[in-house]
């Protein structure tokens, strides 16, 4: 069914288009000042009243990234797929949307502590997300989308992880506005990947959740016997 493919691709025009929207609004009032640094997209949305928006924005991407990956898990599954790298994929990609809503609710002028934890979880567990996906890519049969698919997403995953370093050392040095410039490149990285799960959800059929009953052992409590008599 054509319709699930559109969940991921409304999770990467979700996602895309509203750190942009508050990234506009921090600009247009004065939140953040482009002649001094290019800002950061935590810096965006640290003041109101963008930071409302911007915490929404990564709650109900948070919400469509869990969804994205529970469905992702149950199709390779059902394509014969046991291996536990699909199980700690779907693990990460918890721990992805954690973050990711960490992020949103803490803003880093308030509590930086915890908003660094969750860019930790969002930006370095989400690539190692992919690398699982990338690796799954390959191991399960049909793979949709052709021969490119695989590739492409070992490029921009690749891609991504470089940038995160490249981001990481541009810090250190004090390079603030190319260190954001990384994270915003990567940010919207991450939401193509995302968006590329369309090309799989295209041949889903429907999705549903079963649930298993604990099978129940009931002891004999009376046990039958046979004696043969001699007559």
Not at 18 to 36: D, K, Q, R
Not at 74 to 91: K, T
Not at 213 to 224: G, M
Request: proline share 3%.
């Amino acid at each position: 069914m054509w319709a699930w493919a559109l969940l991921p691709i409304c999770l990467t025009v979700w996602a895309t288009a509203g750190t942009w929207v508050v990234y506009v609004m921090a600009v247009s009032n004065g939140s953040v000042n482009l002649t001094e640094n290019f800002p950061y997209i935590s810096t965006c949305g640290s003041y109101p009243p963008q930071s409302c928006i911007f915490g929404q924005v990564l709650n109900v991407g948070a919400m469509l990234v869990v969804w994205v990956c529970v469905i992702r898990f149950q199709q390779i599954r059902d394509y014969g797929c046991h291996s536990c790298v699909n199980s700690l994929s779907l693990a990460l990609g918890f721990l992805c949307a954690l973050g990711t809503s960490m992020v949103g609710n803490f803003q880093q002028s308030n509590q930086l502590e915890t908003h660094l934890t969750g860019a930790f979880l969002a930006f370095v567990i989400g690539i190692a997300y992919f690398y699982l996906q990338s690796y799954l890519t390959y191991k399960v049969k049909p793979r949709h989308g052709g021969w490119w698919i695989g590739p492409l997403r070992i490029i921009l995953t690749v891609s991504a992880t470089a940038l995160m370093i490249l981001m990481i050392v541009f810090v250190s040095i004090n390079k603030k506005s190319i260190a954001a410039i990384c994270e915003w490149i990567l940010a919207m990285i991450l939401f193509v990947l995302f968006g590329l799960f369309f090309i799989d959800f295209w041949h889903l059929e429907g999705h549903f959740f079963h649930i298993k009953k604990r099978r129940v052992v009931i002891p004999n409590e009376v046990q039958a016997s046979t004696v043969t008599l001699s007559l």
